[in-house]
T-cell receptor, first 113, second 117 residues
Framework: EPEVTQTPSHQVTQMGQEVILRCVPI?????FYWYRQILGQKVEFLVS????????KSEIFDDQFSVERPDGSNFTLKIRSTKLEDSAMYFC???????????FGPGTRLTVT | AQSVAQPEDQVNVAEGNPLTVKCTYS??????LFWYVQYPNRGLQFLLK??????LVKGSYGFEAEFNKSQTSFHLKKPSALVSDSALYFC???????????????FGAGTRLAVHP
């Protein structure tokens, strides 16, 4: 069964450093998402992406964040200058055309020290 | 604005007993509702959805959910709980009402289900 994959599973970085989180969505899916979950809190939407552009972004997704689909398979989330409060589990999700359920990857745990 | 509430932080149930995890929603328009499960150190796994049609929807691992429009609820149920069902369960509603659209999911806070032997 196809699945969404994410790398790395755990990333530790120092405050102010740039990080790139990578995702490979399910092939032939067209809609892509990033969500995050701060420890013990609810899952929050960050951004959606379709047709090589951002469809919607939340207030969390400020100028420090960017997304890219560089090669038709990977979908990346970049945080330019990490802050302590960026520590969270980041989930990638994808959705097929005409479908309703988003499929989630296993997540990347980002720890900012 | 769309929202989802899961009124219980934790549900405890004995193995073999029926379980219910509660969810209520607030949406404008027709609700598209989902249940996801999260096992420790794992991602969110899709369990089931309600889009339209029968109010009782069946999903993975023997779970089902009942859509109740008058009570704006979408409770998750299972007739006989297993210890392996112990996990964190999230109810979600799709934002907006565009058919087949790419709208984001809005999640409830999650309910931890503990099934005891």
């Amino acid at each position: 069964e196809p699945e969404v994959t994410q790398t790395p599973s755990h990333q530790v970085t120092q405050m102010g450093q740039e990080v790139i989180l990578r995702c490979v969505p399910i092939s032939n899916h067209l809609y892509f998402y990033w969500y995050r979950q701060i420890l013990g809190q609810k899952v929050e939407f960050l951004v959606s992406f379709y047709n090589n552009e951002i469809s919607e972004k939340s207030e969390i997704f400020d100028d420090q964040f960017s997304v890219e689909r560089p090669d038709g398979s990977n979908f990346t989330l970049k945080i330019r200058s990490t802050k302590l409060e960026d520590s969270a589990m980041y989930f990638c999700a994808s959705l097929g055309q005409g479908s309703y359920e988003q499929y989630f990857g296993p997540g990347t745990r980002l720890t900012v020290t | 604005a769309q929202s989802v509430a899961q009124p219980e932080d934790q549900v405890n149930v004995a193995e073999g007993n029926p379980l219910t995890v509660k969810c209520t929603y607030s949406v404008s328009g027709n609700p598209y509702l989902f249940w996801y499960v999260q096992y420790p150190n794992r991602g969110l796994q899709f369990l089931l959805k309600y889009i339209t049609g029968d109010n009782l929807v069946k999903g993975s691992y023997g779970f089902e959910a009942e859509f109740n429009k008058s009570q704006t609820s979408f409770h998750l149920k299972k007739p006989s709980a297993l210890v392996s069902d112990s996990a964190l369960y999230f109810c979600a509603v799709r934002d907006g009402e565009f058919s087949g659209g790419y709208n984001k999911l809005i999640f409830g806070a999650g309910t931890r289900l503990a099934v005891h032997p």
